[in-house]
T-cell receptor, first 114, second 111 residues
Framework: NAGVTQTPKFQVLKTGQSMTLQCAQD?????MSWYRQDPGMGLRLIHY???????DQGEVPNGYNVSRSTTEDFPLRLLSAAPSQTSVYFC?????????????FGEGSRLTVL | KQEVTQIPAALSVPEGENLVLNCSFT??????LQWFRQDPGKGLTSLLL?????REQTSGRLNASLDKSSGRSTLYIAASQPGDSATYLC??????????FGKGTRLSVIA
């Protein structure tokens, strides 16, 4: 029962470095998404995908890139990390094409940018 | 733009008490409303999903109600236990748009 798997769980970066947060799901869900969670700000949508080859921007997309080459994987790339990107990142998936229906979350990736 | 509000931000109750968590939203044209639970350092777990045509959903000691016309939902927890301590979030969607989340209510159940 893997569900949604995120790696790494913790990461420390220096300003300007790049990295990729990995997300994989084994439930054959079409819809996948990335959120960031910050104190006092709640959960904010970064990017989402309604299927392989299709991605779209959420509320806070700047500084992040995504791609969806397979149904299972939805990596999030930080191109040039900034301290403002220090946050906890969650990947989520659902069967519903528009993100409706029960949403399944990964355990989160805690990123610190120095 | 949909705004989802949860009041209070934090709540502390003694074990055994029945309690209600509140969620309000500004745009009543929603398709689904979901309640989630988040334990410290963990991801969110879906508790209940209410479709717009439904008035309530129940799971064990949890009951969620939905009043679309007034833009409100409540999550009722019966006979609270220390294991219920967590942050509870609600979220809405319009059927063709991603979920919009509230900031959550942090619940502490004291033994």
């Amino acid at each position: 029962n893997a569900g949604v798997t995120q790696t790494p769980k913790f990461q420390v970066l220096k300003t300007g470095q790049s990295m990729t947060l990995q997300c994989a799901q084994d439930m054959n869900h079409e819809y996948m998404s990335w959120y960031r969670q910050d104190p006092g700000m709640g959960l904010r949508l970064i990017h989402y995908s309604v299927g392989a080859g299709i991605t779209d921007q959420g509320e806070v997309p700047n500084g992040y890139n995504v791609s969806r080459s397979t149904t299972e994987d939805f990596p999030l790339r930080l191109l040039s990390a900034a301290p403002s990107q220090t946050s906890v990142y969650f990947c989520a998936s659902t069967k519903g094409l528009a993100g409706t229906g029960e949403l399944f979350f990964g355990e989160g990736s805690r990123l610190t940018v120095l | 733009k949909q705004e989802v509000t949860q009041i209070p931000a934090a709540l502390s109750v003694p074990e055994g008490e029945n309690l209600v968590l509140n969620c309000s939203f500004t745009d009543s044209a929603i398709y689904n409303l979901q309640w989630f639970r988040q334990d410290p350092g963990k991801g969110l777990t879906s508790l209940l999903l209410i479709q717009s045509s439904q008035r309530e959903q129940t799971s064990g000691r949890l009951n969620a109600s939905l009043d679309k016309s007034s833009g409100r939902s409540t999550l009722y927890i019966a006979a609270s236990q220390p294991g219920d301590s967590a942050t509870y979030l609600c979220a809405t969607d319009k059927g063709n748009t991603p979920l919009v989340f509230g900031k959550g209510t942090r619940l502490s159940v004291i033994a």
